[in-house]
Structures are given as C-alpha cells and as structure tokens.
C-alpha cells in the first residue's frame, strides 16, 4: 500500500522558519523524483520544489527560492522541506506528491501569522 505521509506543519511567526518531512512506503521512493505542492486556501495547487532521485538535483518556484531547502534521506525513504523566512503568503497545505504514477499524501499545514 502506498503511502506518503506529511508532517511538521504548525503555526509560525513571519520570518521564523519550519520544516516539513514525507514519510513514504509502498513503492520505490529512491527511484523517483519528488515534488512539493501546496495550496493556500482559496486557491489552486502551486509547485513549490522538486527533487531528483538521487537527491543531486532541486529546483525550486521563484516564490520560495532562496528561502526554502528540498532534501531527501534514500536510507529512511523520507523527503524533507526546510523553510526559512516565512511570509505570510506561505500559508498553505503542504504536499509531497510523486507525480509520475500520481500519489500525494494527505498534507500538513503551515500558518504563517503574528
């Protein structure tokens, strides 16, 4: 049975920081590429950072670029989120999501506020 499992989210005050960890099983998670997505309330799905299989590639949305760190231990099958200098924009549910054979986890969320 597929599973990716968020957590890690919570409450925040603008300019601290958080990080967010996927717990996956069921398939082969050191084969793929792994996404972060969020949605903020109202609105639709926005990509936020991918992360190659072997974990040597990232890229990220120029949203969060300079300020949020995908990362992913191949030993523990887990991917990570380290997120820094949150802006209240950041508010969102946080996804991981393997797009190629499309599972997502339930997501956790992040509230950016004073």
């Known amino acids: 049975q597929v599973q990716l499992v968020e957590s890690g989210g919570g409450l925040v005050q603008p300019g601290g920081s958080l990080r967010l960890s996927c717990a996956a099983s069921?398939?082969?998670?050191?084969?793929?590429?792994m996404h972060w997505v969020r949605q903020a309330p109202g609105k639709g799905l926005e990509w936020v950072a991918i992360?190659?299989?072997?974990?040597?590639?990232?890229n990220y949305s120029d949203a969060v670029k300079g300020r949020f760190t995908v990362s992913r231990d191949k030993a523990k099958n887990t991917l990570a989120l380290q997120m820094n200098s949150l802006k209240p924009e950041d508010t969102a549910v946080y996804y991981c999501a393997n797009w190629e054979d499309d599972y997502w986890g339930q997501g956790t969320q992040v509230n950016v506020s004073s």
């Open positions: 992360i190659s299989h072997e974990g040597d590639t990232t």
């Open positions: 069921g398939f082969a998670f050191n084969s793929y590429w």
